[in-house]
């Protein structure tokens, strides 16, 4: 089994591991993916990000990448099983509190980042259980695709993610 690194700009990391030759002694153990839009918007330019870098390969070479689930009329479709996004998301929310944390001692840094990290589960949790009281009382919610949770952490951030593509 390897280990999946999901990694912004991670073609980038590949192709510098690759042309420092290292990348037969990362490869048996290693599989780096990009984040979905990362993917979206490279897919077509960048050979290598689309052949090795794809965060839910549909080929059966990376199952644990990809899920299937039910849509509301009970149809079967293949599913991204980790939300790349959110994790860009819950990134761009903890580097606002880098100053802070690059002031601090280890113990401090790692007690602090517990406690934000907590912080932000019981947050998600909380608009899970919100959007389900609102789907259960019928009311209509918007943008309800679960990829968008934690959208409104970093609206700012999601812009600036992609800016050094090219
Ligand atoms: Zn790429």
Avoid at 43 to 65: E, I, K, S, Y
Avoid at 75 to 86: C, G, I, L, V
Avoid at 143 to 162: I, P, T
Wanted: with cysteine; charged share 25%.
């Amino acid at each position: 089994m390897k280990t999946l690194r999901n990694i912004d700009k991670g073609c980038a990391l590949l192709k510098h591991i690759v042309r420092q030759g290292h990348w037969p002694a990362w490869e048996p153990t290693t599989r780096i993916i990009v984040d979905s839009y990362h993917y979206i918007n490279h897919q077509v330019t960048d050979h290598l990000c689309q052949a090795w870098c794809n965060p839910a390969p549909l080929n059966g070479d990376a199952p644990n990448l990809v899920v299937v689930v039910n849509d509301k009329q009970g149809n079967p479709y293949y599913k991204r099983a980790f939300n790349t996004q959110a994790c860009e998301q819950l990134n761009a929310w903890i580097g606002g509190f880098l100053t802070v944390l690059n002031q601090m001692t280890v113990s401090n840094f790692n007690l602090t980042m517990h406690v934000l990290l907590f912080i932000h589960t019981q947050r998600v949790i909380a608009k899970q259980e919100e959007k389900k009281r609102k789907q259960e009382a019928g009311i209509e919610v918007v943008g309800s695709d679960e990829e968008s949770e934690d959208e409104e952490d970093s609206e700012s951030d999601e812009e600036g993610s992609e800016e050094e593509e090219n």
